[in-house]
């Protein structure tokens, strides 16, 4: 149901990656940063875990449409991954937890 | 080509939006009648339609039912009747849940109830977050929750002339065009609440979904959201010395001036009839805009003395219980209630609105009479997951009133009613043309509706003018406003019969993000 002139194969196969870096990159970026705000942020821990918590969810959503602003999908992968590695190195590194 | 940010964002809302339309609209028309879920309930079982507050709203009664029924339970439970629930309920706990562990009783008499087994207002509830496929719903609705944010958001991306449009309606245009004026000026009109319902709702199950943060701060995600309320310590165990139980009343009264005069919604007795009873009152939900957050004060079960009283008031606690309470709207006074559920319905007509605008406009570009079978496909599934979902509706209500009382698992027939209805719309919508379609599920629904007053007949109870006359708001809103929708869908199935179709016009497609790159 694509469009007539860019219905191949590999525009279809873009869209997938696309839909794919979409939700499962983005929960990886929400779900990291959750984590990371819910040990870093200088309040008490059930405090953290709330705020990192309710603000995953807009995280998750610009992180779709960031998948599908992008120009290309490689980018889309590449500006969610990213930030998703940054977060997990974070949450690896010893003797950081507040 | 070069492709800007707000045609890929169009893009996404486009196809985004569709592929979630169908589960959306049901999400939110369930999530709209589940403002109501009380009243629901209550229509749904007669029985309970001549129950009345008064005396000591059958306080003593329900305690005799308890001592009588269970008096080795490990606890009691009075849910203390309200405004919007007539009756007040007992119930007991031998150490794990037990559905039939509880008698209904009429407030003024201190009668036993027995209303019929029925799904109740809570099936809406239930079916909007779950499907009713527990877990496995949750996550679908949860990314159709997460879509319809995105949607939200990137709607506001796409719309340049957000104020200009809202006052731009034109009814008298080519089809496409009107819906989309629909479309954009109820969502427009609508978006605060749209925004927070939305985002409040991933937010009430966010211990499912994002558990992350959770596991991080070594909280139990699944016992999250009694983490957050403000939990009493277990009572010490039982000492198995017998002593009397302290008078309730007064404890209910001292709680009610420590919250300046809130109501108690209900009171716990751990360890009846021992001496180390305690007693738990909480107050009624939906005193202020939190939820799942009331205070609890904890009171001596035989001398009556306050042990502790209990607040929640960390910041992010309390942020969390109001979008939590947003989303449930238990504080809802029955203004607020109304306009609640009317941005609800408008939360569909978006939806709704939404679809039709896409399908009017593959018929532009394509023509009506080479228009290709997915297109078909997806118009048939607008009819049977808006119209039908109407019809299902009254169906389930009809099943309610029309299965026998004593049935056994009827609230599982109930269901089956609802579903089979349901299920039925869809093979109706591909084998009609797309306007009878249409016209005949919203004019089944609108008889069934209008006739539904009279279907006090088969199930006593209170009929319309009975219980306009004793001024039972609930029984009777909940006819008044069949009746009004029956109106409005008949209106709607005579509206959609007289519609032209729209003249075929050559009109580039949209193209994919990817074909710019």
Redesign the interface.
């Known amino acids: 149901m694509t469009t007539r002139r860019d219905g191949s194969w590999r525009e279809r196969g873009a869209v997938l990656s696309r839909l794919l870096a979409a939700l499962l990159g983005g929960y990886a970026v929400s779900a990291l940063l959750a984590a990371v705000l819910a040990l870093h942020l200088p309040m008490e821990r059930s405090e953290a875990v709330l705020v990192g918590t309710m603000l995953s969810f807009l995280v998750y959503a610009l992180a779709v449409m960031w998948a599908f602003a992008a120009r290309h999908a490689l980018r889309a992968w590449t500006g969610l991954l990213v930030p998703a590695l940054l977060l997990a190195a974070v949450l690896a590194a010893p003797g950081w937890t507040a | 080509m070069k492709q800007g ?1 707000r045609q ?2 169009a ?2 809302h486009t196809w ?1 939006g569709l592929l979630c339309t169908w589960l959306l609209f049901a999400v939110f028309f369930a999530g709209s009648l589940s403002f109501y879920r009380e009243e629901l309930t209550l229509w749904m079982q007669p029985e309970l339609h001549q129950a009345q507050r008064g005396g000591d709203d059958g306080l003593a009664a329900a305690l005799a039912v308890l001592q009588q029924r269970a008096p080795q339970a490990r606890s009691w439970t009075i849910a203390l009747p309200g405004p919007r629930d007539p009756v007040i309920e007992a119930r007991w706990n031998h150490g794990k849940f037990d559905r039939k562990a509880v008698v209904v009783l009429d407030p003024a008499t201190g009668r036993a109830l027995e209303p019929r087994e029925t799904v109740g207002g809570s099936f809406f509830r239930n079916f909007h977050f779950s499907l009713m496929l527990k877990r496995t719903g949750y996550w679908i609705v949860g ?1 159709a929750t ?2 319809m ?2 949607a939200l ?2 709607g506001v991306v796409i719309h340049k002339k957000i104020f200009k449009d809202f006052f731009t309606f034109r009814p008298g245009k080519s089809k496409p065009r009107a819906w989309l004026d629909v479309h954009n000026a109820t969502g427009v009109m609508a978006l605060p609440f749209l925004l927070t319902i939305t ?1 409040s709702g ?2 009430t199950l ?1 211990y499912v ?2 558990p ?8 139990d995600s699944e016992r999250f959201l009694s ?2 309320s403000p939990r009493q310590e277990p009572p010490e165990a039982r000492s198995g010395k017998p002593a009397t139980l302290t008078a309730l009343a007064p404890l209910l009264e001292q709680a009610r001036r420590h919250w300046q005069g809130a109501a108690p919604g209900s009171v716990t007795i751990h360890h009846p009839g021992d001496i180390a009873a305690v007693i738990d009152v909480a107050r009624r939900r939906g005193t202020g805009i939190t939820a799942r957050i009331e205070p609890v004060m904890r009171f001596d079960g035989v001398t009556g003395r306050l042990i502790a009283a209990q607040e929640q008031s ?4 309390v ?2 219980g109001a ?1 939590y309470g947003l989303h449930v709207a238990w504080f809802a006074e029955p203004f607020l209630r109304g306009l609640l559920f009317v941005m609800g319905a408008m939360g569909c007509l978006v939806i709704a609105s939404g679809a039709v605008v896409w399908g009017a406009k593959r018929r532009e570009q394509h023509g009506a009479t080479h228009a ?1 079978v ?1 297109y078909r496909a997806a118009e048939s599934l607008n009819v049977a997951g808006i119209a039908g979902m109407a019809v299902a509706t009254a169906v389930l209500l009809w099943a309610n009133r029309l299965l026998p009382a004593e049935l056994a698992e009827r609230a599982l027939a109930e269901r089956q009613w609802f579903f089979g209805a349901w299920l039925l719309c869809l093979p109706h919508a591909l084998l009609r043309p797309r306007v009878a379609a249409w016209r005949e599920q919203l004019w089944l629904a609108a008889i069934l509706l209008a006739l539904l007053p009279f279907a006090v007949r088969f199930s006593g109870g209170l009929s319309l003018p009975q219980a306009l006359l004793q001024g039972r708001g609930a029984v009777a809103g909940v006819e008044l406003a069949a009746l009004a929708f029956a109106a409005l869908l008949a209106w709607a199935g005579y509206r959609i019969a007289s519609v032209k179709p729209a003249l075929p016009r050559a009109r580039p ?9």
């Open positions: 940010f890929s964002m893009w996404l985004g990314m997460l879509m944010l995105v958001i990137t985002y991933l937010l966010a979904y994002m992350a943060g959770m596991i991080a701060g070594g909280i983490e957050i960390a910041p992010g606690a942020t969390y979008m290709a997915g497609a949209r193209p994919l993000p990817e074909a710019a790159a």
